[in-house]
């Protein structure tokens, strides 16, 4: 598989006409993820997190990386209010999350993709329904649900496997899935959380490749992962976590911090 | 709204079919459940028939004088049933209390010595049937004062007692009832909490692609009282097709007792659909509820 990879900023204003959006300010672009002095403390007095200060402007592509424990899913279930910060202020697409009422929270979840390392697919349910799973169960007009499904399967290349079962599907396949169920919302902001932790090396280049390929229409992408080749390959920004603490943020970054 | 609406009860209808095994695992306990608590609702009924009956057999005879007029025993009668508590009050005649006596002999199977005597030397009366047994030291009391009254007969210890051992007994039955109640309750609200936890990952996907708490809740919601309604009507077919041999080998005891089939058929009917319907909708309320509080 061949892909050119280019800057996310020129191809922005393409994702943002085709969906209309107005073009952002002159100046520094708006950040879609902001944290400002956040702790997490676990109930059983665990940190997780300390004193993380962190912004991913729109269209960014980030690496969160990171020894086990460092806290890289705790920052990630911040970011989806699974969790919520000890202290400071978590803000995702405008939206304070901390703040936001518990009834607002399925705004905020429709504004981000959210990609596991388990898939988390429906195992009755074909890759078609699976997605589509998402636009009914928040209440979308049936008529809308079915070019919104097939545009996001054509965009992560599973049109043909449309109509089988998770279980008919390689692993790469399965997380083409979710992501295109991720997508189906037209988020902003997808958040991936080792989501080629369970797939061999040349199907994990498959996938970033096509988180890459969203990227450049223009979604931020944030990606925690162990996966050192890829994240050193390919020299995007990189986040490092260390025992909660952000260690290194490098705009063109390796996984291992560079000698 | 309506789409919502035509949206829930797809789910539900799904739901139920893609876990066919659990919907009908759970089905089958609702089934059972409900045929236990029918029973014990219809030998509560039975329970409460045989009291009352055992309560109305306490009446109150005022044997009359010789000489009192018909006039005025009437004007006693008219006022006595005027009277709260009482059922009926019958007129039994000095020649309807010797044939009376006379049947009673030969049914014994003993000689008839009636025919020996020159007078009837039985007295009139009037029997007063209660509807309330409680109400008979009063009307003895009253009884004893009217003057055409030549006695009463006292048994107001005897209706204590009765009373005493009834009340006891429909202590017990309303208490039986509500135990099995709550042991239904239980274990419908547990079966129905397995079925949801066997999705729970179903309802963290939906979570987790932003669903609103009340897309999540009414699927399984409907789902349980489609689960509920489904196991009344299966235990009404049931009790449906037992009750003709049962009513056969009951009649008899059944016909004696102040029982109106119709009616109690009618109230197991609603107290089983009221039930199922009930218990299948707060189970899945509940059991979804401990997801969404998350
Ligand atoms: N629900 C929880 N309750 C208590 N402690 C938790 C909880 N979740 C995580 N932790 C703790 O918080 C720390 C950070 O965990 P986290 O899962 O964020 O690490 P991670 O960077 O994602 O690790 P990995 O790379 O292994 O996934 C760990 O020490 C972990 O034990
Ligand atoms: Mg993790």
Same mark, same amino acid.
């Given at each position: 598989m061949t892909m050119t990879i280019s800057p996310g900023s020129g191809v922005r204003s393409l994702k943002d006409r085709l969906l209309g959006r107005p073009l952002p300010l002159p100046g520094e672009p708006r950040a879609v993820v902001r944290l400002h002095d956040v702790t997490k403390t676990y109930p059983?007095?665990?940190?997780? !997190?300390?004193?993380v200060d962190l912004a991913i402007p729109e269209g960014d592509f980030v690496f969160l990386v990171g020894p086990s424990g460092a806290g890289k899913s705790t920052l990630i279930k911040l970011l989806i209010r699974d969790e919520l910060p000890s202290h400071g202020s978590v803000f995702v697409d405008g939206l304070d999350v901390a703040r936001l009422p518990r009834r607002e929270v399925p705004k905020l979840r429709r504004r981000i993709g959210i990609v596991f390392q388990d898939f988390k697919l429906l195992p009755r349910k074909t890759v078609r329904e699976n997605v589509a799973f998402a636009l009914e169960v928040t209440g979308t007009p049936g008529r809308r649900i079915r070019p919104a499904v097939d545009r996001v399967l054509a965009l992560v290349g599973l049109t043909n496997q449309a109509d089988q079962l998770p279980s008919q599907l390689s692993g790469g396949e399965q997380q083409r899935t979710a992501i295109a169920r991720a997508l189906v919302h037209d988020p902003r902001l997808i958040i991936a959380d080792e989501p080629t932790g369970n797939l061999d090396p040349l199907i994990a280049w498959e996938i970033i490749q096509l988180l890459l390929r969203i990227n450049e229409l223009g979604v931020t992408v944030l990606m925690a992962t162990h996966n050192a080749e890829v994240v050193t390959a390919l020299r995007r920004r990189v986040v490092a976590l260390e025992e909660g603490r952000i260690v290194r943020d490098e705009p063109r970054g390796a996984y291992h911090h560079d000698d | 709204m309506l789409r919502f609406l035509a949206f829930s009860l797809r789910r539900a209808w799904q739901g139920f079919w893609r876990n066919a095994l659990m919907s009908l695992a759970a089905t089958a306990t609702m089934t059972l459940m409900l045929v236990l608590l029918a029973g014990f609702w219809i030998l509560q009924a039975g329970l409460l028939a045989g009291l009352e009956f055992v309560e109305q057999k306490v009446e109150v005879v005022a044997d009359l004088r010789d000489d009192a007029p018909a006039a005025e025993i009437d004007a006693l009668r008219r006022r006595l049933l005027a009277e709260p508590g009482v059922r009926s009050v019958d007129y039994v005649s000095k020649e309807e209390a010797l044939a009376r006596f006379r049947e009673r002999l030969a049914a014994q199977g003993e000689e008839d010595l009636t025919r020996y005597l020159d007078e009837n030397p039985l007295r009139a009366s009037l029997e007063v049937k209660l509807a309330d047994p409680r109400v008979a030291g009063e009307i003895t009391d009253r009884l004893r004062n009217e003057r055409i009254v030549e006695s009463v007969i006292d048994i107001e210890n005897l209706v204590d007692r009765v009373l005493t051992v009834t009340n006891i007994l429909r202590m017990a039955g309303a208490v039986v009832l509500v135990v099995v109640g709550l042991i239904v309750l239980f274990i419908v609200v547990n079966t129905i909490r397995l079925a949801v936890l066997a999705r729970a990952d179903e309802i963290e996907i939906m979570r987790l692609v932003g669903a609103s708490d009340a897309f999540i809740r009414w699927p399984f919601v409907f789902e349980g009282a489609f689960v509920g309604l489904l196991g009344s009507l299966v235990t009404l077919g049931l009790l449906g097709l037992a009750a003709e041999p049962i009513g056969r080998f009951l009649f008899d005891f059944f016909r004696i !007792?102040? !029982?109106q089939l119709g009616s109690l058929a009618r109230d197991v009917a609603i107290v089983v659909l009221a039930a199922g319907l009930g218990l299948g909708t707060v189970g899945s309320w509940i059991s979804v509820r401990t997801y969404l509080l998350r």
């Open positions: 059983n007095g665990r940190t997780a !997190l300390r004193d | !007792l102040p !029982l």
